[in-house]
């Protein structure tokens, strides 16, 4: 039955990419088409199971609504009113046949925090907690059979934290065993090693000083089928904000050396870089508004001095994880035989933390792997890591005026590629043949995209452009008409528009692009258009002119500030042509050769009208070491909805008719536009 369970659950996953961009009735419609086709794959599932996961699939797409409140032991309160989409319920493990400790979760009442965490728990099982001061997970008060471990007493712990505001000291439990050092399971009594089926750790784990012997802890106090369940800080929403990554070197480092204390370096990073986001220090998935500093950098270094000379025990973060890099940490130390856990089920962020159960067998399976596939599980986690970290420079920049940090920190606008490497043959700086018009042609060989005219060049035909043909049609003519374009690549465009009357100036942004147009002004000839060379945004931020035509084919999806492009336009002229790819999930998720370009989770913006739009980062690869690259400066670009792009354009004031579509295009979905302001219609 788990099996089929799995298979099921394994086709939605795949479903969930596109089911989670449609809303309203199309959605409603499209989802009973598939679980329809769904149930029937799996129609010997029984009638509980089958309800239990139908609406396991279906609570991952409801909105979620979740109240955030920090606990004094550093955790974060979550009460989800809804199943949230950030805490994955299909990863709680199904019940073993026949187990009395696993069971499933009720999907039938609202899941707390707690509930969750402890899906995989039975009420019977035997717990032992780590450090819950006054928010403990499973509480003996709830009717847990619970063992708690903390640093010291039930008494003492009441009296620190009395007076603290939103802490409840009659929460806190009375302590069954004191932790003062050296390993976890040392403060249990021998006789209760290996009886525990569940060891539970909210927010405890990234203060080990050495976070090996706290997972092998575990191991000695567990039963063979125990589960760790653990609830961890995502460093990219909370305090931890701007500390780097944990690595694994770093873990074996403090195991070699058997800490029990924390280091002066990992002292002072705590300090100096603890950040608070609007005055508190953990925050979830929002704009981080008001980032400031807890402590001086003189506190910092004042602890750095002193913590080796203190004789109480210095509580501080010393581990830092995203979802992907606490599975990569535990797969490396699995391969190496430090430990034996492997992490059986990981939620993503939800608030400022995530959760994960490790189950044992990690170094039997890590051992199972060739150095190949081991290095392609690396190589995927770590990929993953800097995908989780394009969440959080998002969250960042959604609440930064833009010029507020340098462009080089922006999703996919990195820093310029490089130019390909050219060989002294393929660009002599003299030549030896004889004299004639087509040897302009020559210097670019290989990089031509144009089929031009006379000479020796690409194969496209832009010099004879059924969509130029179809602008003219809705503009009348072009006759007379003063014309900007932009990205004219090779000028086959500018040569259509002057031949038809209309004097253009175009401006190229790749220099040997430029080059390029240079060489067929001369040799088709084109009269009539001037090419600059330049950043045609900063032109267009600085324009005074007014044009009665724009020109704007095949730019937009190179752009990663879209909508600026488009408000610009917007400013310049009452008539426009765009010609441009725009996103569509079910085309390109379809598309194995394009699909591998895109990050498929949109980032929201809205408009200077107050409109909702959806971004796609979409990434070059390899593209850019082609000869004849012909895309932006960046290392990507964003694409855009259909809907949105037409959106923006009406809301700028703009009527849109829209043109040729090409839903098969080789480099993604594409269609013409043609915009005009009514008023300038009738002029």
Same mark, same amino acid.
């Given at each position: 039955m788990n099996c089929q369970l799995n298979q099921a659950w394994s086709g939605v996953k795949q479903f969930q990419k596109r089911f989670d961009m449609f809303t309203g009735g199309g959605f409603r419609a499209l989802a009973k088409r598939r679980l329809r086709l769904l149930r029937e794959k799996i129609g010997r599932l029984d009638r509980s199971h089958w309800r239990a996961w139908m609406k396991l699939m279906v609570t991952k797409s409801l909105p979620r609504d979740v109240h955030l409140a920090t606990g004094g032991n550093g955790a974060v309160g979550t009460k989800i009113t809804e199943a949230p989409r950030g805490t994955n319920l299909s990863h709680v493990r199904e019940p073993e046949q026949?187990?009395?400790?696993?069971?499933?979760?009720?999907?039938?009442?609202?899941?707390?925090?707690?509930?969750?965490?402890?899906?995989?728990?039975?009420?019977?099982a035997r717990i032992i907690e780590i450090g819950p001061s006054y928010n403990p997970i499973a509480p003996k008060?709830?009717?847990?059979?619970?063992?708690t471990l903390d640093h010291t007493t039930r008494e003492k712990l009441i009296a620190h934290y009395r007076g603290h505001a939103g802490v409840?000291?009659?929460?806190?439990?009375?302590?069954?065993?004191?932790?003062?050092?050296?390993?976890?399971?040392?403060?249990?009594?021998?006789?209760?090693?290996?009886?525990?089926?569940?060891?539970?750790?909210?927010?405890?784990?990234?203060h080990t000083p050495d976070l090996i012997a706290f997972l092998n802890s575990a191991a000695v106090l567990l039963k063979a089928n125990g589960v760790v369940a653990l609830a961890i800080?995502?460093?990219?929403?909370?305090?931890?904000?701007?500390?780097?990554?944990?690595?694994?070197?770093?873990?074996?480092?403090?195991?070699?050396?058997?800490?029990?204390?924390h280091t002066r370096r990992i002292a002072f990073d705590h300090r100096a870089y603890a950040v608070k986001n609007g005055g508190v220090g953990a925050w979830g998935q929002q704009p981080t508004k008001e980032l400031g500093f807890f402590h001086t950098i003189g506190e910092a270094r004042n602890l750095f001095d002193s913590i080796e000379k203190q004789e109480d025990y210095v509580d501080l973060h010393a581990w830092r994880f995203t979802p992907a890099s606490f599975q990569l940490l535990l797969l490396e130390l699995a391969r190496l035989g430090e430990t034996n856990w492997c992490v059986d089920r990981i939620t993503p962020a939800n608030g400022c933390e995530f959760f994960a159960w490790l189950c044992r067998g990690g170094a039997a399976r890590a051992a199972s792997f060739s150095d190949s596939d081991l290095a392609e599980q690396r190589l995927a986690l770590l990929k993953r890591t800097l995908v989780e970290t394009k969440d959080q420079i998002d969250w960042l920049l959604a609440a930064e005026s833009p010029g507020a940090i340098p462009r080089t920190t922006l999703p996919m606008a990195v820093l310029p590629p490089p130019p390909p490497a050219r060989s002294e043959a393929a660009s002599p700086y003299f030549v030896d043949w004889f004299p004639a018009p087509e040897n302009a042609a020559r210097v670019f060989k290989g990089e031509w995209s144009s089929a031009v005219p006379g000479l020796p060049t690409g194969k496209m035909g832009l010099f004879e452009d059924p969509r130029i043909l179809w602008f003219e049609e809705r503009l009348g003519?072009?006759?007379?008409?003063?014309?900007?374009?932009? =990205?004219?690549?090779?000028? %086959?465009?500018?040569? $259509?528009?002057?031949?038809?009357?209309?004097? *253009?100036?175009?401006? @190229? !942004?790749?220099?040997?692009?430029?080059?390029r147009c240079l060489v067929v002004k001369q040799a088709v000839p084109i009269s009539g258009a001037t090419f600059l060379l330049g950043d045609f945004t900063k032109y267009l931020e600085t324009n005074r002119t007014r044009f009665d035509f724009i020109l704007a084919s095949g730019v937009l999806y190179h752009m990663v500030d879209p909508i600026g492009l488009l408000e610009r336009l917007a400013a310049a002229s009452d008539a426009l042509g765009l010609w441009t790819h725009y996103f569509d999930p079910n085309i390109?998720?379809?598309?194995?050769?394009?699909?591998?370009?895109?990050?498929?989770?949109?980032?929201?913006?809205?408009?200077?009208?107050?409109?909702?739009?959806?971004?796609?980062?979409?990434?070059?690869?390899?593209?850019?070491?082609?000869?004849?690259?012909? =895309?932006?400066?960046?290392? %990507?670009?964003?694409? $855009?909805?259909?809907?949105?792009?037409?959106? *923006?354009?009406?809301? @700028? !004031?703009?009527?849109?008719?829209?043109?040729?579509?090409?839903?098969?295009?080789?480099?993604?979905?594409?269609?013409?536009?043609f915009a005009r302001r009514p008023h300038a219609a009738n002029a």
């Open positions: 026949g187990s009395e400790i696993c069971r499933s979760v009720n999907l039938d009442d609202p899941a707390t925090r707690d509930q969750i965490l402890l899906a995989p728990v039975a009420r019977e008060a709830g009717g847990w059979n619970t063992k409840d000291v009659n929460r806190i439990e009375e302590v069954d065993f004191i932790w003062t050092g050296g390993l976890l399971a040392d403060a249990v009594p021998k006789a209760l090693h290996g009886t525990f089926d569940a060891f539970v750790a909210s927010h405890v784990i990234e800080p995502d460093k990219r929403y909370c305090f931890d904000y701007f500390q780097p990554l944990t690595t694994t070197g770093q873990l074996l480092e403090a195991h070699a050396e058997q800490r029990s204390r003519s072009f006759a007379g008409l003063k014309v900007l374009e932009l =990205g004219p690549l090779e000028g %086959g465009h500018t040569y $259509m528009m002057t031949q038809r009357g209309a004097e *253009v100036i175009a401006i @190229e !942004g790749n220099l040997r692009a430029w080059l390109l998720e379809l598309r194995e050769d394009l699909r591998s370009k895109f990050d498929f989770k949109p980032r929201i913006a809205e408009t200077s009208h107050g409109r909702t739009v959806h971004f796609y980062d979409y990434s070059y690869l390899k593209a850019q070491e082609s000869k004849g690259f012909c =895309g932006g400066s960046g290392a %990507g670009s964003i694409w $855009m909805l259909r809907e949105d792009i037409l959106g *923006v354009l009406e809301d @700028e !004031g703009f009527t849109c008719e829209t043109g040729p579509e090409y839903l098969d295009h080789p480099n993604g979905p594409s269609f013409c536009v």
